[in-house]
């Protein structure tokens, strides 16, 4: 019942159809043009055209009341839809923002290939609202020994010696140098919530047990990590109509649960548990 | 849908110009006794029982009026009935969400069927005579908006009377002035002169 | 052969067809006059004022107003009560009295329907800029959204407002309009300039008074009129509801609906014939605008102000036959509270000062109406500041009790909405006939 | 500001300890922030762009703090440090800030930044409150007036501490050497590092003298303790075992001594258990909170103290010929008789600074036998016991030379002691340890910048045997040096951090085992240590003879001024903070200023009005200053504030620039004594000044005869427990179902009118809470304060006399008031007075004002008639039974403010914060810091209110629902609720019927403010009882 409204299918449809047919319409000017030309060209009598023959008459007989009206008015629609639309959905939203990081970090290498868990990094996604970039000590786990040298001759990968750069690290001799002045990697932000949207990790993913994924794409294929979801409030809600909560194997929802039972439902929808009062994101 | 019976295109009209409405009246009353066709009467003002005398039907816009008023109804519920109750219920002040919230959308679905009435009707006005921005006006005399009032007999439809039995009887009936071929022109749209020209010329 | 009842002639002097239309298209092919020039450039100069006091609401933020934690609305909607009672009169002379047959309103009905629409413009600018955030003004439209399509309360009373108040724009001005086609169409004809005959051409829409045409064209506008007429007294209905469907003792009051509807006529009335004395003055309209004309209204101002009077005793018995003593409080703060000068200037401007026209002398005198109308005007924005202010002031809780006075951004706005009317009004008056030559045309031979 | 750095901190976070420590100079440079606040983005930024900022470095203050001050080593409260979460809080216990005789505090740090004081709930001594001056002192952490590092005067930049150190030296060996003395003056804290540092310094220095000053002296009562029994101390006082209770003049829920602990221990017998409650008279000349809150308020004159003291004295039994002097009502009469009654279980306490009264108040509290119940002089007080004689003869030795030095320790003699600047700069080296450029350091020549509480160690002891821990949260902002590590290092001492590990550590945990004793850690982590013995008796060397016979000739004066303290901002030490000024005084409700208060018939009868600037002259001095009518003041006594008129720094802006009259000159010192009551008072009114408007949140002083506070008295409640609630009230019907919120929660507040003294530490706490907006004097005065939560103020006084009174009808017309109704209206008051045949006296029925305290925030209706108006959906009501406001979505109509019957929603009239205008801390760099990151800082032309403190519901839902457990309601609370020293709100789930607030739900004193509109509030209030005689409830119409 409320996909109708909630994707603004309607609206869509309309300006939809109406670029195809202005295409079309293109289209077939285009063709009688040439074919007009065609004819010049070998000075043939100009037979009356499609247009001329069967078009004018009607256009002709046309109310030029209704005419202008619809004229106007399907002009007022596509312009004014294409204004509010691309204000609703394109102002502020960065869907497949990729800026380029200071180190050309791949997901698709850790995540994908050496298939390390996502928590492994950004460890307090369970724990906290941010899902926190690791640091860079929690990189030198593993890149205290891992160079990629193979892949350079020997030398450190480029990339990797950022790291040791900036922590103060000396690969060859595979320790710390003292007294380094640590210098900070600073990442670019890709998902960026507003101020008045607050949104925890740990919700999401605990509670939740959504994967990562769901809302930040095949983050395990991305070389380069962009942004996945428009990550609109629209989007937010659409996921919580659709989507059930565990209220079986959770305690906190012990109550709902037996509600649920007695109402004979299968799931609770995030939205039925309060999901979509406002309070919930906005405080 | 246009009225097409309004359009003065590629006429010629024997034209009686009357100064009184009480003349017209008369006259357009003696001529239709006569069993003379007219085309149609031009006056500056409207003219009390001048369209019963011409024998022209109550419009049937009002019906048309009623339907855009029916659908502003319709559009005004459905609106606040999908939006409040059917999409994204709320708890609003404790008031329920179903349908018996629907006497708080009465003032909506009130505005829009007049709203929907006023426009559809004025549209469906505007439709039928022909009007719109932009369209020239078709005019018999220059001051038939200001104090002349024409009497228009269509000279291509054929007549019971000689032309000239007409242009008396109108001559007759008070008619200030007689034309017995005119064609439409405009104002807006013809340069002074050239309008000059043309009304010299008739 | 179709004489009104009517005791004197609606139109004097004697005018023939073409007279009327001479004379009432006389000041739209002339020259502007001076005093059109003086009160043109007064008008344009308070529209500045308005310009500049709005953007400094803007920008500053609507904290450069002296509303408070109380007293939330102030002038703001006072004036947009006010303004919209204004806009009532237009639709209501040329909707209701056209339906009641009464042919004096056509003398009127073009000039109060034009102040209809430039006093609904004005009066929208406060609902618009009483919003901390007006360039969010937009939200209350029920337009899908990316917020999940997030869309309006329909209980709000300022929901229906923003239907309401729309609808009646649109439908005011598609009316007022369409009585303009036929007078645009005679100021057409008898263009000579290229400009001219292609502006009026183009609005006049290919009109040439075609017997079929008028009969069409008088069955919509009975039927515009017939719409209107609930719309008007809907319109305003919606706006008492602002306040009657609100906890307020003062505002939360059944009687609402009727007592604005009657204060909004009154209003109307009261600034229609300010306006008509005026021009009837300036433009030596003495032939249209009659003493007749002017008693008419005199009497309609009568009446809708006894009406107002009896609403606002109605109020005040109810309150204290309620036995509810938050609304006893607030009826008897007004008379006697802080702001009782508002309370009692209201009494006497609305219902004391019409009450002079039971004498005919008043009725016909065209100065001392003039006056009357100013208090009038100046007794119904007071109904308003009063509803709204001392209501608020003093509610519930005592220890939110406050005291409220505009300051001088307030006071701008307010003036500047009256440059906005008059700025539009001298415009109206310079291009457009201020009296619908084709209905006046009508009843030039009810003289007898 | 751009230019400034004010954090130190890495890009990124880390979360283990050895990380910490094996890269000791990690955190020495490289600033997000730094670049962050150069360029002009800063200026836009707000609460969770703070976070945008830190980007992934989340946290790194915290560990940045570690740097100068190991964190890693104190132990939190809740957690573990390693397990700093960016945008989970810690809490770590410490010392507040504005008491500096240490009270327990929590301190919650978001990644870094401490954000808020919460009580300490372990330290049940101290009640588990907090007060509103004690929440504002968090922003002088923020100050961007603090010093940046050790000056010289003269010199605009900070110099390095080790060439400050040397020439600090230096000079103090030439002053040695030239035979002359070194003075430390102190302030009254109680902290043993500052003890152990002097005792250090004066070793090396042996020419040195130590004298405490306070600017608040409470010297009379240690020297009559020193005359009754040999000590001179200030005894802790336990209220919670009073049942009777007489003050005269000691405001001690609001300023005297201890007035947090205060509160909570007598608000625990404030609540009738068992058809009892305590009773409480205060005698007082101005109208103080705490005699806002008594069941008898006896107007008196200070001066006249004595006096009746003597009389009480007589009447309890005492030996004296003398009378004393008997107050109206005979009401000396009637508490001695009560006191008698309660013999051990009666307590008598005395404002007066006078050696004199203090000693009859000794002897009487002796026949009473009240030493060991309500009176312990064995874990005695230990704070504010500066002597003010000490520092007369300091000032008079170093008058004539005798000092070649002065560090003035945390104190600020030249803002409070008269007379002190000129003293002072006599001295040669005059080295100040303020944080800020405060009066006494613009006079130094070296300011030792310290370091905040909040960034130090220390250790304090408010009471004999209570220690309480202090530990810096947060890394210096600045770069101060802890005094005490000052004083050690000008005494030859190193130092310098080692091992990161501050001198001020070291020195900390060395007191600790020295002092205190036992496990360090432990104790970080609770913040306070107990180690007291049980109370014993004194013996007393002067009997209550005596003490009357020196009391019987004191004669009062015809007219006196009493200099007080105002809640909000007590001495003034802290009085720089906007949160304290905007906080509305308990009583007057004028924020941001002082005044002369003066009593309606003064006023009637001089023609004085409220605002009229008078000036006002006593034998030590005169000032001008506007005055305010204070019903409750007693004829001819005026009263005016101390701690305003501070002198601060050029670049603070707005109100803080004009913050009211100093008064502290005009404190009479001719006795030996600091002496806050002067006789002879002149007030003549200043020709030509216009009035001045206060910013003032209620100016309409009665209740109108509305049920809105419902009382009873004890009597009452003891025969029908649903006494105060006969009100006749309509039967709801509702036009459909309601919503049913019996499923999953619903939140509901109750509050107890007779707990709640309306000492406002809850709006300071809610406003911290919630971002709220500081908005300044002319906001106020324009009724525009942000509070969310306000404590609304009633008062009504009881007719002695029938009297006929004519009344215009909006007052309800002409009537009769019968002898004993109570009056509740503003203008039958007036006109009930005015009615007096002797027209001299005719306003005095306002000296006997009863008052009642009501907080007032949103009632998160059920049936809220906000939700109904807005027209796009910005509020509207959660299955929790929450009025949620969504600022995002709020175009601001102010239609829901217009229909709140309870006025409680606060527009953003102007843009508040980022706003040079309303430069109030949150619109700078630093002071942006103190921003609550899970609460959205709202943007001008919003709507904002109460919001139930709906971030800690859905954190601590979140929280049961990640560790899959039901949630306990207990488990936290709403801001308001947890700072109430006196227990007075309570929040909780309606649906949970074993929590309290189910419970308090159904007791008999129950009710809804406006029940009759329907909306179904989820806030009721409990009646208030009052424990009086007074038999007649009917009230005037």
Redesign the interface.
Known sequence: ??S???ESTFLALIILSVVLLAIAALLFGIKRHLSELNREKFAEEAEPSFYEAKIKPVIDTW????A??VIAGVLIVILGGFGYKFGMDEVGVQQGYAPSQPINFSHKIHAGQYEIDCKYCHSTVEKSKSASIPSLNTCMNCHKYVKASEKYNGKTSPEIQKIYNAIGYDGENMEYIEGYEQKPIEWIRIHNLPDLAYFNHSQHVVVGKLDCQTCHGPIQEMDKVYQYSTLQMGWCIDCHRERGIDSENNDYYEEAHKNMLAEGKDYITVAENGG??CSKCHY | ???K??LLDDKTFTVGIF?D??KLLNAVGTLKKKGVKIF?????????H??RA?G?E??N??IG?FLC?LLGSLTGFT??Y???V???P???????QDI??FT??I??I???T??F???G???L????????????????S??????HMVLAIDNGEPQDMSASEIQSLLASEGAIDVDASRTSF???????DELAKQLMTK | ??SADIRQPLVTGGK???DV?ADICRPIENKPTNSWWLGFSIGVVLLLVLAGTLAWTVWEGIGTWNTNKSVMWGWDITNFVFWVGIGHAGTLISAVLLLFRQKWRMSINRSAEAMTIFAVFCAAIFPLFHMGRVWLGFWPL?LPNAF????????SPL??DV??IS?YL??SL??WY?GL??DI??V?????S?AR??W?????????????????????AL??AG??T??VL?VHT?VS?DFATSVIPGWHTTIFPPYFVAGAIFSGFGMVLTLLLIARHVMNYQDYITKEHLEAMTKVILLTGSVVGLAYITEFVIAAYSGYEYEQYAFANRMFGPYAWAYWTMMFCNLMAPQVFWSKWARTTPWFIFVISIVVNIGMWFERFVIIVTSLHRDFLPSSWVMYHATWVEVGIFLGTFGLFFTCFFLFAKFLPVIN??????II?DKE | MSSNKYWKGVEELDQTQEFVSSNANEFSEGLPLEQVFSNDDSTRANRRDFLKYFGFGLGAVTLAACNKAPIKKAIPYVEKPDNVTPGVPLYYASSSVSNTEGFPVLVKVREGRPIKFEPNKEATYFGGGLDGLGHSALLSLYDTNRLKGAMVAGKRKPIAWKDFDKEIVTALNKVKAAGKSIAIVTDGSTSLLSQQAIADFSATYNNTDVVSYEPISYSGITRANNASFGKAIIPAYNFQNADVIVSFGADFLGTWISPIKFHSDYSKNRVPKNGKMSKHYQFESIMSLTGSNADVRVPMKMSNVGQHLVALYRELGGATPHKGMEVAGNNIKNAAEELRAAGNKGLVVCGSNNEADQLLVNAINMMLGGYGTTIDTTNYYMGQNADEAAFTSFLSKAKSGAYGAVITLGSNPVYSYSGAEDILAKIPLRISTSITMDETSSNATHVATDLHPLESWDIKQPYKGRFILAQPTISPVFEGRQASSSLAAWAGADVSEKNELSHAYKYAKKVFSSAVGGDFNKALELGVVENTSSPSVPSFNITGGEAADALATKKGSATELVLYQKVGVRDGAYGNTPWAHEMPDPVSKVTWDNYLTMSMPDAKANDISTGDVVKVTVPTGSIQIPVLIQPGQTKSTYGIALGYGRVLPDDVKNDLKDLGQNAYPLVDMKGGFADYTIGDVKIERVTGASTYEFGITQTHYSIEGRDIIREATLDEYNIDPLAGSHVHKPKMISL????DYSKGHHWAMAIDLNSCTGCSACIVSCSIENNVPIVGRDEVRRRREMHWLRIDRYYSFEAPTKKDLELSIVHGGDQTVEAGEQMTKEKVMEAYSEASEDKSTAYNYYENVKVAHQPMMCQH????????VCPV?AT????EGLNQMTYNRCIGTKYCGNNCPYKVRRFNWFRYNENEKFDYHFSNDLGKMVINPDVTVRSRGVMEKCSFCVQRIQSTKLTAKRENRKMNTDEFTTACAQTCPSNAIVFGDLNDKSSEIAQLYANDRSYHVLEELGV?PSVQYMTKIRNTKATSTKKAH
């Open positions: 019942m409320s109708f409204y909630s109310n030029p009341t209704i202008t009206l979509l009062e | 849908m246009i009225d019976s309004i100064d409405s009480d149609d009467c031009y006056t500056p003002f409207p003219v009390h001048l369209d011409l022209y109550r419009t816009i009002s009026a008023g609106l606040a999908s939006m409040n059917v999409d994204w709320m708890i609003i002040g404790g008031k329920p018996s919230v708080s959308f003032p909506v009130f505005e829009l007049i709203l009435t006023a426009f009707m004025v549209i006005f505007f439709a039928r005579t022909r009007m719109i921005h932009g369209i020239k006006e078709d005019l018999l220059r001051r038939q908006t200001d104090d405009n104002t807006s749209l013809t340069d002074e | 052969m179709y023939t067809y073409s239309t029920p999940g399509s997030l869309w309006v309360n329909f209980n929901l229906w239907f309401a609808t649109s439908v598609v009316f369409l086609i036929p169409a005679t057409r004809d008898r263009a000579t290229k005959k292609y009026y051409g183009f609005f006049a829409m290919g009109w040439n008074g075609s017997a079929k045409s008028w009969g069409r064209y008088e069955v919509v039927i515009l719409i209107s609930p719309l809907s919606i509801m030559m084709a209905e006046i045309k009508t031979k | 459909w179902d309601d919503y209706c059920d049936n809220a008639p906000c939700e109904t959906l509207t009501h959660s299955s179904k």
